[in-house]
């Protein structure tokens, strides 16, 4: 836990690295309350695939990662469609028509999905009671690969991260599930937050495992 502060300074002076947030996670792949002290993301958007390399080639928090992990997992997102802002700051656009050596995302390939809303104090109640149910529905969903929460901060600045089959996949979730259209129609009408973001993006390569399996393998 205590790197969640150290880390912050080397990763400000990493060249490259344009955009970058810490995260912890939810325990298994609960997207509710309660952590799992002992794993942590980083998210991070790059100048282009040299500075990526030279990152995980050289930098002394990636050599701790692999010193002291148990299990890591990498992968590397092309964005395909994104919506929103990220603490004032649109991480991931404008959006190229086109990324060279990168497949983009097509109906049969895989998609990861990242939300992320920072939600009002008035409203923080509903929005940890309504996850049990939308949890429950990413389990039945044959289509999800994986899925985790993460957050920057407990309860307020929350967040999910999830891998798909494809977007038929995602759609169904986001539409035919009547638990995720009640939270989606509830966060408009209360106004459950004052910021949030939704991106998808077209994974091209991963490496390592995520609970025993590298679930786009």
Same mark, same amino acid.
């Given at each position: ?21 810490l995260?912890?996670?939810g325990?298994?792949?609960s997207?509710g309350?309660?952590?799992? %002290?002992?794993?942590? *993301?980083? %998210?991070?958007?790059? @100048?282009? +695939?040299? *500075? ?18 148990? +299990?890591?997992?990498?992968?590397r997102?092309? &964005?395909?469609?994104?919506?929103g ?10 959006? &190229? ?5 990168? !497949?983009?995302?097509? &109906? ?15 409203r923080?109640?509903? $929005? ?8 429950? %529905?990413? *389990?039945?969903?044959d289509?999800?690969?994986?899925? #985790?929460? #993460?957050?920057?901060? &407990? %309860? !307020? ?7 798909? @089959?494809d ?5 169904? $979730? ?15 009408? +209360? ?6 973001l939704f991106? @998808? $993006?077209?994974?091209y ?7 025993? *399996?590298?679930?786009?393998?």
């Amino acid at each position: 836990m205590r790197y969640m502060a150290f880390d912050r300074p080397v990763l400000r002076r990493t060249p490259g690295l344009v955009f970058w947030r810490l995260l912890g996670s939810g325990r298994g792949a609960s997207t509710g309350i309660g952590a799992d %002290l002992r794993r942590w *993301a980083l %998210l991070a958007v790059w @100048r282009d +695939e040299r *500075a990526l390399d030279r990152f995980l080639d050289a930098s002394p928090v990636v050599a701790r990662w692999r010193r002291e992990a148990r +299990e890591s997992w990498q992968v590397r997102l092309a &964005p395909v469609a994104s919506r929103g802002s990220w603490n004032g700051v649109e991480p991931f656009g404008p959006l &190229p028509a086109s990324t060279p050596g990168i !497949a983009p995302g097509g &109906p049969g390939g895989p998609l990861a999905v990242l939300t992320r809303a920072s939600i009002r104090p008035s409203r923080l109640t509903a $929005f940890h009671r309504s996850v049990p149910e939308v949890d429950r %529905l990413l *389990a039945e969903q044959d289509g999800c690969l994986a899925s #985790v929460g #993460v957050g920057e901060w &407990p %309860l !307020a600045r929350q967040g999910t991260f999830s891998l798909w @089959r494809d977007a038929a996949a995602v759609r169904d $979730f986001a539409h035919k599930g009547a638990a995720h259209r009640r939270v989606i129609g509830r966060t408009r009408e +209360e106004d459950w937050y004052s910021e949030e973001l939704f991106a @998808r $993006f077209s994974p091209y390569a991963s490496e390592g495992t995520w609970d025993g *399996a590298d679930p786009l393998a």
